[in-house]
């Protein structure tokens, strides 16, 4: 009987390990926030910490841009509409990959110099976003959404094909 129990305990615990270690785990520890003074301190309904607001001006962002050849993308993820706050970056062009923490410090400084609001035009938003990522402008696609802290979904796309 302990044999059995063994044999098959081993393959479930390497199916656990190999599960853990095969996901990107993009959600970052220390979210960057600001202090709001005007805010109660907890919304005792959801228990949420309503102090801590975001120092950007959206809770969602996901930016996909494509150029000519193959492995030619730079993707940047940055996400606190949940409970959890994730981001990434996949910068295929320069062969360069991070993810949680270390995304969203790479992450801040360019989100911070987003001057684009909801009610920008596509082609502002479109050049704020190149210049803040020093991004080429020679793209063949650009796909942008955006959701506002406000809840507002825009997407912004470009096709230079």
């Not at 063994?6 to 479930?12: A, E, G, Q």
């Not at 790479?106 to 001057?115: H, M, S, V, W, Y």
């Not at 506002?148 to 096709?159: H, S």
């Amino acid at each position: 009987m302990r044999k059995t129990i063994k044999v098959l305990s081993l393959p479930f615990a390497a199916m656990l390990v190999m599960a853990g270690c095969g996901e990107d785990n993009d959600e970052v520890k220390n979210p960057p926030v600001e202090e709001n003074e005007n805010q109660a301190e907890t919304n005792s309904e959801t228990g949420t910490d309503n102090n801590k607001k975001l120092p950007f001006t959206f809770k969602d962002f996901q930016l996909e841009v494509d150029y000519a050849g193959n492995d030619n993308e730079y993707e940047a993820e940055y996400d606190a509409m949940g409970a959890q706050t994730e981001a990434s970056i996949d910068d295929q062009l320069n062969k360069h990959e991070v993810h949680s923490d270390e995304a969203m410090e790479e992450l801040t400084p360019i989100l911070e110099k987003l001057t684009f609001t909801k009610d920008s035009s596509d082609d502002e938003v479109i050049q704020d976003v190149t210049k803040a990522f020093n991004l080429k402008d020679d793209f063949e696609e650009f796909d942008l959404e955006v959701t506002y802290d406000d809840g507002t979904k825009k997407e912004y796309k470009v096709y230079n094909k």
